[in-house]
């Protein structure tokens, strides 16, 4: 498969990403198409990748305004007129056709396209009394434009399941080459023994089904689902059951070309292109759609959130066991309550007069008389602790102002000198057996991810894509080696 989209990719400047997903797409049986302003390309894509199957019958047109359905689906048989039957000659037209290629579809007339929709979504074309069944293999269609929404066009729109945006060139060196070379070849012929043979084609898609949505593949589902909904009002993007259905089954494609019996992570990628509809949703699908594969990744069913907030909880009843967690106050006991020992300097009248402050005044702002050691109160200073933990003194013989600190005990972060050797020893149990469960989920992480990586090659995935993955997946990977070594930290801590 690298070799064939190689061959047919040759000399399309930044379009093998393009020609890959749009040949994944004729593979699984999902019509294309293709945006992007006059002069990209679009038409010489498709038919590189008609080159690419075995294909009996080929039909291409570019429709406009004017385009009538003779043109598409055949003249009327004057003969069969004569036998007062209306029938089309459908030979060597799109009803016969088995790869097609539908340039500025939107331009068509509504009769046209009422009956694409039925050829498409069924196979069937209506000819007369009879209906004809349809060889369409593979359909690629194009345009400069987006068809607004309610405009009818809906139902259509939503079988094209592969949306690519086709950019003019972008880099300099590219460019260059462009300008240099010969005009491309419209059609290649590819190798033999690479193109894909219509009975190769139908076994494929028959195997395709077999290929398997792991749990952390639909979880990625349902988070985007859910974030499309939850965005609805901002970014109203739509996407059918059909649609979901028809771009998981172009994900298991991928997996099978990729010899593979299970879609994984980078293939998810490929949803950016299929779940767009108004050029202003492009990004924001990508970026819902690139969030959740990062965020839900191969451990969404080890939860290093919880272990992590369980590992905090323990790490604060460590450090309230073994230290004070806050400032301890020497607290004296005067005419039944709780007082706090400062000393003032307010002025020379007051030069280290030894105070007592009421406990309960702390953390308020309310004015109050400090006492002395007997409980008298001293009516020349006016207190307030001005809701924190230093108090400020007003008065004194010349109405000055000090703010004082009361007298601390046990600075915050000193030692605890009494301990209980039974919670010191649950404590360092739970530690462990929490380092345990990090030390098992790495391993089993670390599995996952080296077992995964070994197929993170696609040619249907960007190269930036896989970059980011493989960054993610490594970032998680040591978000949960830090967290052991934590728990490291806190078992020698009880330990001490």
Known sequence: MHALISQVSEQMYE???????????????????????????KSLISRRIASAFEVGEYFEYLMNRFSTPEEIFG?????????????????????????????????????????????????????????????????????NEIPEPNQGLDALYDRFILRLV????????????????????????AADDLRIKKQELQQWREQIHQVQLPAEVLKIFDA??????????????????????????????????????EVNLLDLFILKHCLWSQIDD???????????????GLDSDLDLAGSIAQKEDAEQRILNHFYYTDEVYASYLICGREYLKAVTNLDHHYQDKVLYLELDKMDSKKDFFAVDESGEEIRG??????????????GGYYGLEEAVTPYIKYPKGSARTQLSAQVQYDLLHEVQALQSKLSHDYAVLRQRVDAASAHFDSDFAAQDDAAKLKAQLALTLQRYDLQRQDCQRLERLCRN
């Open 381 to 394: 200073i006016v207190c307030n602790f001005n809701g924190g933990r230093q108090c400020t003194l007003k």
């Open 166 to 189: 086709v950019p003019p060139i972008q880099q300099a060196q590219n460019f260059h080459a462009l300008l240099q070379a010969k005009p491309s070849a419209a059609k290649i012929e």
């Open 282 to 296: 492009i990004d924001f699908v990508a970026q819902t759609i690139e969030q959740a594969i990062l965020e839900i």
């Open 15 to 41: 379009r093998e990403q393009i020609m890959a997903l749009s040949l994944l797409a004729g593979i699984a049986g999902m019509n294309t198409f293709l945006y992007g302003s006059p002069g990209t390309a």
């Open 75 to 143: 003249p009327v048989s004057i003969k069969a007129l004569k036998d007062d039957q209306y029938l089309r000659k459908t030979e060597h037209y799109l009803p016969k056709a088995d790869f097609a290629f539908l340039d500025e579809i939107w331009k068509a007339s509504p009769a046209i396209l009422n009956t694409l929709l039925t050829l498409i979504n069924e196979k069937t074309f209506k000819n007369g009394d009879m209906i004809q069944h349809v060889p369409l293999k593979v359909l690629m269609s194009a345009s």
């Open 224 to 261: 985007v689902k859910q974030s499309l909904t939850d965005s609805f009002e901002e970014h109203a993007v739509y996407v059918s059951d059909r649609r979901w259905q028809r771009a998981a089954y172009l994900l298991k494609a991928s997996a099978f070309i990729n010899d593979r019996t």
